[in-house]
């Protein structure tokens, strides 16, 4: 016959185990919140640059303390999840995913207030709008890898993180055709040395952008199926999925 004490420890190991599970969901979430609001932050970016509209840079630039803020938070909430609960195996691998994760959000939010600075240092010089054209192209894929990788964040959605990483090699094409086409503009005109800089360090930062959304899709492999696959090839970690 179950003792009263017995029954009650049950129903507390229950309602731990429903509160351990509800940090764990809640700390999934607060990325996402995270996610969303790094995303708005360089698309207002991009657009200020693009338009040239300086109030909004400056606001993106005010705006970066809540991306800061949001990150410590959630970080504070994986620290006390490990020390409390000292999570194992499936659960542990979430928190590093998380922690992991958000690190790579703040940078990307960092990426976003440049951008937003340089928007404000092109607005005395704009350039020419048929330089912009192949940086609005990188933004477009740059932000679309970074809302797919949010998705398989999401979902733990391992082959939609393999199509995110492979769609990186477009973004570095895309990068480093800029680069070039930058280069002989300053060339032909050294008047636009400036303005071609400022370009190429906005190109570079939506090229992070793409970089560090391949890092969060990573993180979903490394908690989904326990695989670490930095450092090796697209082909590679293809590879030893289909075999696992």
């Not at 809640?26 to 360089?42: F, K």
């Not at 086409?181 to 040395?193: F, L, S």
Request: proline share 2%; with cysteine; glycine share 2%.
């Amino acid at each position: 016959m179950t003792s009263v004490v017995e029954l009650e420890g049950d129903l507390n190991s229950q309602h731990i185990s429903k509160q351990y599970d509800h940090e764990l969901l809640e700390i999934r979430n607060r990325v996402l919140a995270l996610g969303g609001l790094v995303e708005s932050q360089i698309e207002s970016a991009v657009n200020a640059l693009l338009d040239g509209d300086t109030d909004l840079a400056e606001r993106v630039i005010a705006d970066d303390y809540k991306v800061n803020s949001l990150e410590v938070a959630i970080d504070e909430e994986c620290t006390q999840i490990l020390a409390l609960r000292q999570p194992a195996a499936r659960d542990l691998r979430l928190v590093v995913a998380v922690i992991k994760t958000i690190t790579d959000l703040e940078r990307i939010g960092d990426e976003a207030k440049r951008i937003a600075r340089i928007a404000v240092d092109l607005v005395d010089h704009f350039p020419k709008r048929n330089q912009l054209t192949e940086l609005q192209q990188l933004a477009i894929h740059a932000r679309h890898m970074l809302r797919e990788s949010l998705d398989a964040f999401a979902r733990i959605d391992v082959d939609e993180s393999l199509r995110v990483v492979h769609e990186d090699r477009q973004v570095d094409q895309e990068y480093e055709s800029i680069m070039r086409q930058q280069i002989t503009y300053m060339m032909e005109d050294p008047r636009m040395i400036p303005v071609s800089l400022n370009i190429m360090w906005a190109a570079r930062a939506l090229e992070r952008v793409g970089d560090r959304s391949c890092n969060i899709c990573e993180y979903v492999i490394y908690y989904a199926m326990g695989k670490n696959i930095r450092h090796i090839s697209i082909d590679q970690v293809e590879k030893d999925l289909r075999a696992s």
